[in-house]
T-cell receptor, first 114, second 115 residues
Framework: EAGVTQFPSHSVIEKGQTVTLRCDPISGHDNLYWYRRVMGKEIKFLLHFVKESKQDESGMPNNRFLAERTGGTYSTLKVQPAELEDSGVYFC????????????FGQGTRLTVV | AQKVTQAQTEISVVEKEDVTLDCVYE???????LFWYKQPPSGELVFLIRRNSFDEQNEISGRYSWNFQKSTSSFNFTITASQVVDSAVYFCALSGFRFDYKLSFGAGTTVTVRA
């Protein structure tokens, strides 16, 4: 069974550009989460999807970040326009059932804004 | 508000030494869950353990052991007889009573095991 897959693994963009990160959860997992780790700091929650609906987006830093999960399968996280402070590692996780099953994390996308 | 503190930024040991990672948490929830994850050089976060707040029994899994002490709000992790493959970043995390994986993570401890 494939795990959580994230694309790309690395991205280097210039300030002001747009970047789209993608997460493919484990098949059948309704719950999908985005997290971010800014260099050396703690990993912070960004948002939670249940199928295609945003259940909790309290961690989204500002309106330059847009997450979607059309059809309840894969998810994208777009940053537009990117700023230097957006650099970090973006993790995606998925789980099958809230409260009952473990969440599995992807390998992360390392985003560098220069 | 929930908060997890991992005071140790980096730990370096020689192979076969034991290493203990500290984790202190803050929460107002009476029911909560604590986790440890390992991030090897490949990057993914690997789940190690989940413990609920009502279960204070220590747990051992192979060379790994965990010491949960509610009185001191700590959930420490020990690797016994460390190996080079244990080199990784280790994260402690906390979730609320809903166990919905809205995790609050610590900053992580980088463990380097030298041969």
């Amino acid at each position: 069974e494939a795990g959580v897959t994230q694309f790309p693994s690395h991205s280097v963009i210039e300030k002001g550009q747009t970047v789209t990160l993608r997460c493919d959860p484990i098949s059948g997992h309704d719950n999908l989460y985005w997290y971010r780790r800014v260099m050396g700091k703690e990993i912070k929650f960004l948002l939670h999807f249940v199928k295609e609906s945003k259940q909790d987006e309290s961690g989204m830093p500002n309106n330059r970040f847009l997450a979607e999960r059309t059809g309840g399968t894969y998810s994208t996280l777009k940053v537009q326009p990117a700023e230097l402070e957006d650099s970090g590692v973006y993790f995606c996780a998925s789980s099958q059932e809230l409260g009952k099953t473990e969440a599995f994390f992807g390998q992360g996308t390392r985003l560098t804004v220069v | 508000a929930q908060k997890v503190t991992q005071a140790q930024t980096e730990i370096s040991v020689v192979e076969k030494e034991d290493v203990t990672l500290d984790c202190v948490y803050e929460t107002r929830d009476t029911t909560y869950y604590l986790f440890w994850y390992k991030q090897p050089p490949s990057g993914e976060l690997v789940f190690l353990i989940r413990r609920n707040s009502f279960d204070e029994q220590n747990e051992i899994s192979g060379r790994y052991s965990w010491n949960f002490q509610k009185s001191t709000s700590s959930f420490n992790f020990t690797i016994t007889a460390s190996q080079v493959v244990d080199s990784a970043v280790y994260f402690c995390a906390l979730s609320g009573f809903r166990f919905d994986y809205k995790l609050s993570f610590g900053a992580g401890t980088t463990v380097t095991v030298r041969a």
